[in-house]
């Protein structure tokens, strides 16, 4: 695989949302959109330019949130009236949550649309994180920030595909552990996305 640096991701991702292409729970599932309106929302996938080798910034959410409690996520939410592009709402919510300033942030492009189950189309907006930022967590909303390196992300063999019974119906999921952690659902396909667009073909 080709060593990666900023303009080799660059490179690899598209300039703009491309609406060709439909990510979601259904296809990671297996089964067929159903077609219904989902609410527009947007994630930011920070990239950590380290000297030592680029991290991927992750987020645990606390326990008890009604969504999705405990899970690890990217900082990120349902669009507002005053956003007038996902970047806005992506660079909006990661201030809100993290404390990680926009002058930090240099977009590199996007992933996949993804449709979730819970009836939500985010847009995933990558960025380059400048290092010497500081964050200031949302403890409402967010336990933790942790950084895992980009070059385990990259690594196949650290994705498995698992399943579990909803609502009467087997859902298949992206699962990625790291030291602990589970990254998975959403989070992880978003991640799988950006492993298959970073691979040399």
Not at 63 to 69: D, E
Not at 138 to 149: G, L, N, Q, W, Y
Not at 166 to 172: C, P, T
């Amino acid at each position: 695989m080709t060593p990666l640096s900023r303009e080799f991701i660059s490179g690899r991702l598209p300039g703009c949302p491309s609406t060709e292409r439909l990510n979601g729970d259904f296809r990671v599932g297996g089964w067929t959109d159903d077609g219904d309106e989902a609410q527009p929302a947007a994630v930011l996938v920070p990239i950590v330019d380290r000297p030592d080798g680029m991290t991927v910034l992750l987020t645990q959410r606390t326990g008890h949130l009604h969504h999705h409690p405990g899970q690890v996520s990217f900082p990120g939410g349902r669009m507002e009236a005053n956003d007038e592009h996902p970047v806005a709402t992506a660079i909006r919510e990661t201030e809100e949550e993290i404390g990680l300033h926009r002058d930090y942030l240099e977009v590199a492009g996007y992933l996949d649309l993804y449709k979730t189950i819970t009836g939500f189309m985010v847009t995933p907006v990558v960025a380059f994180v400048q290092t010497g930022f500081r964050l200031a967590l949302d403890t409402f909303e967010v336990a933790e920030a942790f950084e895992v390196p980009l070059s385990y992300l990259m690594d196949a063999k650290h994705y498995r595909l698992e399943s579990r019974l909803v609502k009467g119906r087997i859902r298949r999921y992206y699962a990625i552990p790291y030291h602990g952690y589970k990254i998975w659902g959403a989070t992880a396909a978003m991640l799988a996305d950006l492993n298959a667009k970073l691979r040399d073909a």
